[in-house]
């Protein structure tokens, strides 16, 4: 038996590109519920996606090779959702209902592909990345774009250690994860989700981190939002919608201002009529939870639950659970989606506050898929976590405004800030560290 | 390219053994030297060796099946040295000396191979395993019955795990040593080597510790006691001589108590002549090191140091190094190795206690190569080290004696042990527990 397979090391040694998206199913779920309704009801919107690192002081120009990210990103338009991946999205229960897809919608994803990029440096030292176009089509770019900065630029840090370094490296992650893991292990009655796709180290990582979860935790692991790794593992793929929605529906209201304060409800109207059950989860912060609760239908105490974002879990969830009160209905009954920032410090504490009050569930991100503080055996600051997003920064020849529970992670253009705060309120929004 | 290798797959499945001594050279160094002596010298002297559980409450012959352990034992007998091995062997500089090993010395070794042994088991749970034959034949059996036997037992735990429990049980004995190593890199000076071939958790394992060491330590790392190891990275081997010698050569004094009592100078004087240089390392404890020093000859206090292998490392280093001064040399001259039951926290102690008073070199076993405490995910209590030894219990037809500096390391037929107390005195032997 010779010890050196040479078609494998021939073949590893003539790799022209080891992809970092590896299937259009390498996305976060609820980009393909939202593609769903958007397809549906908003296909035509022109939008533009800008991709932003909010850590402005790593300079991505300078860490990422230019022709390394071109490369990714065109394979990554190279991908088609593959025969077997459309069979299972069609075929599988997601959250316990069947055939959430619809025929025809699947029958668009068959032929879809990532629409063209643009891609600049800027004097600052950034990447100036944006996906133009139609609505579906531009926002499925949001995760592939994230996962390709964030590995390749971990790789960068990976190509400076030696094979020891590295196996160092990964033994130390590893036993840092499995002890996070022992620690939620205790927690009784804990549902805890992967949220981590766009921000992880990378695939294979979040893969590992996917199956220690699986293998540690049980049931207490309800899933993953990264569907190619939900399929792959025969798990739960999790997510609901997130805050594109609210934004450009609120662009598209125009000058309008109460077209403008309806818009967060008009949006889950939508939902409500693309989806139910379990899927019903209100993301409330897009332009201040207060405000959004203020104005809230009642109807809106039916749906499943919320999912505060960018307040601190506890108190965000405090204000929740006294307005689900003031409509007559018993937290208990209702379930808080925390998924901002978590560790497990932060997960032990919210878990102990809400117990026997509402039900919680937890979506873990970067903590769970990228912590390798302290895991080099020399200093690799690429391997630090940034906050990198991709948001929709236009739609339909507007400039689109997030503002947040956290003023730190507002964006938009100043004047139409202006405008959504007079709008929507100052109540409840405070700026605060962004954590990763 | 395919995911999977057809041919390594069936391959992996169709082993009839996976072979825990893959070369005679995967022993240690001290064998080999105390070999040349002995085919010298005393390649005749009929001995019996015999594998000694210390750890009583592990119950060997439960742990270990009795058709496996007899598999690899006959596996280690169909070994020979090898051509390029032997060439290594003569044509290496060890401890700065050229063709250490004669020519007739290495012809000798080329058509060696290990003798029969016999295996029984006994009512209270261990295996009886003994070698009998000329000394020259037998005194290789040490080694490779000892690795066998912890190989053999660690396997059985690791054959309960699953594959993610062994991902995390080597990635935190990974870190655990990378932690340990990153400990001992403050250490100035330091000069530490490997000695854990006889307790190693396994022959893989051990590799990678020695790896770990020399990426983690560079030139602080001097080398590895294990033959095969140090040669397959280009290390020194190191060692020097054993408890047998003396052992045996005071079995050969008979019943004549002085020739007795001048046995371990005896044995010295042979080395001497044998061998010089950095070579000259006293083991002064196999009767007890106070009775050694007060009747041993000035010329030792020539040789380049000692190894007090039984004594607490401080109390037994101040010991000799009384010793020295009153021969009138000065101990900053003189090493002392230290290598009985280490590990960080004793390393770090001893090497602040000696540091500008006399070198020292640590030879670090067990809690370098096998240490798995707490690192597997589920109870395996078969990954503790036990407190293995194959000991000379019989030459020439007398029953042969240790001592030690710990009573609880005495080995040897009782009335003897009285008889042998009685020539060389209690001085200094005390009863401490056996750290493995």
């Not at 939002?225 to 919608?241: C, I, R």
């Not at 989860?281 to 939870?289: C, K, Q, S």
């Not at 405004?401 to 253009?413: I, P, W």
Request: charged fraction near 25%; hydrophobic fraction near 40%.
């Amino acid at each position: 038996m010779p010890s050196v397979d040479l078609a494998k090391r021939a073949y590893d040694h003539s790799w022209r590109l080891d992809p970092i998206v590896r299937s259009l199913l390498d996305t976060d779920f609820y980009k393909l519920l939202m593609l769903q309704l958007i397809w549906r009801r908003f296909r035509d919107v022109p939008v533009t996606f800008s991709v932003i690192n909010r850590s402005t002081s790593v300079k991505l120009a300078a860490e990422i090779d230019e022709a390394e990210l071109r490369a990714q990103l065109d394979h990554a338009r190279t991908l088609r959702f593959t025969n077997r991946e459309l069979i299972w999205l069609g075929g599988n229960t997601f959250y316990g209902v069947k055939q959430i897809f619809t025929p025809d919608f699947l029958a668009w994803l068959s032929t879809y592909q990532l629409p063209e990029y643009e891609l600049a440096r800027t004097e600052d030292g950034q990447y100036r990345l944006t996906f133009s176009g139609s609505w579906a089509d531009v926002t499925l770019w949001e995760i592939p774009a994230l996962s390709i900065i964030n590995e390749l630029r971990a790789r960068g840090a990976l190509a400076r250690l030696g094979r020891f370094e590295l196996d160092i490296l990964y033994s130390r992650a590893k036993t840092k994860l499995w002890e996070k893991i022992e620690r939620l292990r205790k927690l009784e009655n804990l549902s805890i989700s992967d949220f981590g796709t766009r921000r992880r180290h990378g695939f294979l990582w979040q893969g590992w981190c996917v199956e220690a979860m699986k293998a540690g935790l049980g049931d207490a692991f309800i899933g993953t939002s990264n569907v190619l790794l939900a399929m792959n593992n025969d798990m739960e793929a999790v997510g609901t919608n997130g805050h594109e929605l609210p934004m450009v529906v609120a662009a598209l209201a125009g000058d309008d201002d109460n077209a403008l304060r309806d818009a967060p409800y008009r949006v889950l109207e939508e939902w409500r009529q693309t989806y139910h059950g379990n899927l019903l989860v209100v993301l409330p912060d897009a332009f201040g939870t207060e405000a959004f609760l203020a104005d809230a239908p009642s109807w809106l105490a039916e749906w499943k639950g919320f999912r505060p974002d960018s307040a601190p879990p506890i108190e965000g969830g405090e204000i929740i659970m006294d307005w689900w009160k003031s409509k007559g209905v018993d937290p208990k009954d209702k379930l808080l989606v925390l998924a901002d920032g978590l560790d497990v410090d932060t997960i032990e504490t919210a878990h102990a506050h809400f117990k026997g009050r509402v039900r919680t569930s937890f979506g873990w991100g970067t903590n769970l898929t990228n912590d390798f503080r302290d895991c080099a055996p020399v200093e690799t600051p690429e391997l630090s976590p940034i906050s990198l997003v991709c948001k929709v920064t236009q739609a339909a020849g507007r400039p689109v405004v997030k503002l947040s529970d956290n003023r730190a992670k507002a964006t938009g253009d100043a004047a139409e800030i202006e405008r959504y705060q007079r709008v929507f309120g100052e109540a409840g929004r405070d700026r605060r560290e962004v954590r990763v």
